[in-house]
């Protein structure tokens, strides 16, 4: 997209299509000699402005995000270093040496980046260098209307600090963008290049200013145990504290959120402990008498949590793996009340019959018996008389429950290394899910085999990692990382921790403690995110009795919806796994069947919140399929192109013909343009075919009215436009598309061969009556190898559609109107 200013002086060029190094210095070579002053806006995933920043010292990016209901441009200016700093069009101007954005500054010198002009025009500044972990601050608080000094960016903070072994005193804090905001109420320290400046005495500043000035990048968190250490720092109170009662003892730390005594992963273990010795005896049980069972603090459990509880400890669903819930009873011999809710959570059909949940429920009890080594009472007479002989159940174990007189092992967990990856990620990340929910301790793959059931570590380290990076995957900048829960046996970080952080783009640090203070930092998002989210449900929550009734108000519907969408999700991974081994391989088919099955999945069971995080997946796929195919193509082309350009006139016309209509079926195959010398060598085949056909024989004008007979009339295009329409509607009813060939030879219909122009003229027939706000049934029409049928944009232009220009964005629109396809026609 071009824009011309100053009567033609300056122009400016927003590239947002990929273009090649040389090919974009040629053009950009081509602008500088027609205008005073060329400006270029790249796109956000442009390679080119990195060597716009080598020449120019900075590059404008530019990008469109949906805000609410509205689409705003942002413009991102990207200095040295990587860095890019977005601001809004509205913060930006235009002056005759270029755009400035507030990241640039207009100087005599031209425009140059704000930091560069300002450090220039700046004296060098006295400064000191500290030793990290020498210097603590508390009670931060923000300063959003105090830029950094000169030569820095990050955000800024008015804190109490204390060096080493000095008094408590004022300063001014500068600390990178992406650190946490630190918290009025805890104690931190400064590291990695910690700096202290005199800010000195300005004119009109404030009189709270502070003196001191100190920047660094990194602030860690410490432990109350830590924080003591720093006597001089009198952290804030919390806002949830502040309004207490006065204490006139010395204060102890009190827990943010009240917990049971029994973390959800130790109930789970208790239960499946417990359930397990019953079933050996062949007994049930009911949900309350387990729960006395499990100690102190799990009398409370809600209809929800003891839902959650039981699909943990049923989860995953496999083949070998039976349902230990379908030991508990509401009375009588039938399933429990909550055992079909059980059921839907652990993968059943959401709404099954009653007598299918009691065929599951006899099915299951059976499975459990067996595996668990449970005999029948009748089948050893010994076994009677030691049971009339056995005294009464004690208070430890249910009426009805007969304790063995030597309690079996626990079966061993069965080896993961067969089982799919993403059946593996789902048990990790419900079990991690559920340590972050209750105070986020850390765990061990020791201990994650006892609650999932897979012996991990019988896996290799890289196939652990790669379990772990898919738990979290994909990672958003500000999202939760769970993978850092888990911890070797010694409490340390993984050996392959740094690996995992560098494969989410998180900074990757150099050293075994700083590894080990990023785990930490991971760890403290985690238990933070969670204690605001309990401490918010504390304050707008409803009274006891409206949070147990609540979880059983929930609508099948909304369980279906919920399971559905994660399976998608789960579905999703698994297939990104697949092509990302394909395109290891080079297994360009695989990769290919992986991508369309994943852009069902993507258009028919994706709510428009995850089809945005996982449109860039989409498109990665997209690109390196049409990347490999292309170079398929020119594999072939190029050869076949230049045997052409050596044929000499002793060549057949119609092995000349043949060879050129070769080529053409290629093109058509070739994503986007060709590149301009295939172009060139096409154009000057075609040429010596004309040629030579001109020299060996006459030239006759074909009668038109002969060429006009052939043509289908205006009403048979009608009625074939009919029939057309009926099979593009069957084939989004079926998710699928279709070619001319499938269509021509439906059963119970023959089409005529058509003329490629009669075709485009059905088409347009076939859409004439699809509403502007549905896309045209004609974009199932594809090719015989299933891309972009060239009618496509024809018949779009016809009925008054807007399609973009460029092919690549072309191909785009054309695959997301597909997919809108599928949606719409699924359920009508």
């Known amino acids: 997209m071009d824009f011309r200013l100053s009567g033609g002086r300056q122009f400016v060029r927003v590239q947002l299509a990929r273009l090649g190094l040389r090919q974009w210095q040629q053009e950009a070579e081509d602008l500088a000699q027609g205008a005073e002053g060329v400006e270029w806006l790249f796109g956000p995933d442009s390679m080119l402005a990195y060597d716009r920043v080598k020449t120019h010292g900075y590059a404008i990016r530019i990008e469109c995000r949906t ?38 500054a207009h100087t005599p010198k031209g425009v140059m980046p704000r930091r560069s002009s300002e450090v220039a025009a700046t004296a060098a500044q006295v400064f000191f260098q500290l030793a990290d972990d020498t210097v603590a601050f508390t009670g931060a608080i923000p300063r959003n209307d105090v830029r950094p000094p000169a030569g820095t960016t990050g955000r800024v903070y008015d804190a109490d600090i204390q060096p080493a072994g000095a008094a408590v005193l004022q300063a001014r804090i500068v600390l990178p963008s992406i650190t946490p905001t630190p918290k009025p109420s805890r104690v931190y320290l400064l590291g990695d290049g910690v700096t202290l400046t005199p800010l000195g005495a300005d004119v009109g500043a404030p009189e709270d200013t502070p003196a001191w000035l100190i920047l660094a990048s990194r602030a860690r968190r410490l432990d109350a145990r830590e924080a003591a ?55 049930r049980v009911a949900w309350p008498t387990l729960v006395r069972t499990i100690g102190n603090g799990a009398e409370s459990i809600t209809p929800e949590h003891r839902l959650k509880l039981l699909v943990a400890m049923d989860f995953p669903r496999t083949q070998d793996r039976p349902v230990l819930s379908s030991l508990l009873t509401t009375g009588g011999d039938g399933p429990a009340s909550f055992f079909a809710d059980v059921l839907t959570a652990l993968g059943w059909a959401p709404g099954t019959s009653t007598q299918e949940v009691h065929r599951i429920h006899q ?40 304790e063995p007189q030597k309690p079996q092992l626990g079966r061993e967990p069965i080896s993961p290394a067969s089982l799919p990856t993403l059946q593996l990620v789902l048990a990790l990340r419900e ?135 994660v399976a998608a999700i789960g579905t999703l991974t698994g297939l990104r796994w697949r ?168 059963p119970g219909v023959e089409l005529p061969h058509l003329h490629p122009d009669d075709q485009g003229e059905v088409l347009v027939l076939a859409d004439a009556d699809t509403p502007m706000s549905e896309p045209l049934l004609s974009a199932l029409v594809t090719t015989n190898n299933g891309e972009l049928h060239p009618l496509y944009r024809h018949v779009a232009y016809s009925l008054g559609r807007e399609l973009p220009a460029s092919q690549d964005e072309l191909h785009a629109q054309w695959q997301l109107d597909v997919l809108r396809l599928y949606g719409l026609w699924k359920h009508r």
């Open 67 to 104: 805000v609410g209901a509205t689409r705003e441009v942002r413009v991102g200016t990207q200095l040295p270093g990587g860095t890019i700093e977005w601001t809004t069009l509205s913060e930006c101007s235009m002056t005759r040496e270029g755009i400035v954005t507030p990241s640039l």
């Open 229 to 283: 250490a720093w006597n001089g720092l009198r952290p804030a109170l919390p806002e949830s504290t502040a309004t207490g009662h006065t204490q006139t003892s010395r204060p102890t730390p009190a827990p943010d959120v009240l917990r049971p005594r029994l973390s959800d992963p130790e109930m789970v273990a208790s239960l499946r402990r417990n359930l397990e010795r019953i079933a050996r005896s062949r007994g």
């Open 363 to 402: 099915q299951e009890l059976e499975r459990v018996y067996q595996l668990c080594g449970a005999r029948r009472a009748e089948a050893s007479p010994s076994r009677k008389a030691a049971a009339a002989k056995a005294p009464p159940a004690s208070a430890g174990h249910p009426q009805g429950v007969q």
């Open 431 to 565: 079990h991690l899910r559920a340590r972050a929910e209750n105070g986020a301790a850390d765990m061990t793959w020791r201990e994650l085999s006892e609650m999932t059931g897979f012996a991990f570590r019988l896996l290799s380290d890289e196939r652990c990692a790669n379990l772990l990076f898919r738990v979290d995957e994909p990672l958003q900048d500000g999202g939760l990382m769970y993978a850092a829960l888990v911890v070797a046996e010694d409490g340390n970080p993984l050996p392959y921790f740094a690996a995992i952080l560098q494969r989410h783009g998180r900074p990757v640090p150099g050293l075994a403690s700083e590894v080990h203070w990023a785990r930490q930092l991971e760890v403290g998002r985690i238990r933070d995110a969670y204690t605001d989210a309990e401490r918010r449900r504390k304050t707008v929550g409803t009274g006891p009795s409206d949070a147990a009734s609540a979880p059983e108000a929930r609508s099948g519907s909304e369980l279906q919806a919920h399971v559905s969408e």
């Open 579 to 746: 092509f990302d081994r394909a395109r290891q391989t080079g297994e360009l088919a695989e990769a290919k069947r992986v991508w369309q099955e994943a852009g069902r999945v993507y258009g028919t069971k994706l709510t428009p919140e995850n089809q945005a995080k996982y449109r860039n997946h989409l498109r990665d796929m997209s690109d390196w399929v049409r990347d490999r195919e292309n170079e398929n193509v020119l594999a072939e082309l190029r050869p076949l192109l230049d045997n052409l350009a050596q044929k000499d006139g002793a060549a057949a016309a119609s092995t000349l013909r043949d060879e050129l209509n070769k080529a053409k079926e290629l093109k058509r195959k070739y994503h986007g343009k060709l590149p301009e010398d295939v172009q060139a060598a096409l154009r000057a085949s075609e040429e010596g075919l004309d040629d030579l056909t001109a020299s060996r024989n006459e030239v006759s004008v074909p009668d038109p009215e002969t060429d006009h007979e052939s043509r289908t009339s205006r009403e048979k295009l009608s009625e074939l436009a009919a029939i057309v329409r009926a099979a593009l509607e069957d084939a989004a009813h079926g998710g699928t598309t279709t070619t001319w060939s499938t269509i021509r030879h439906r």
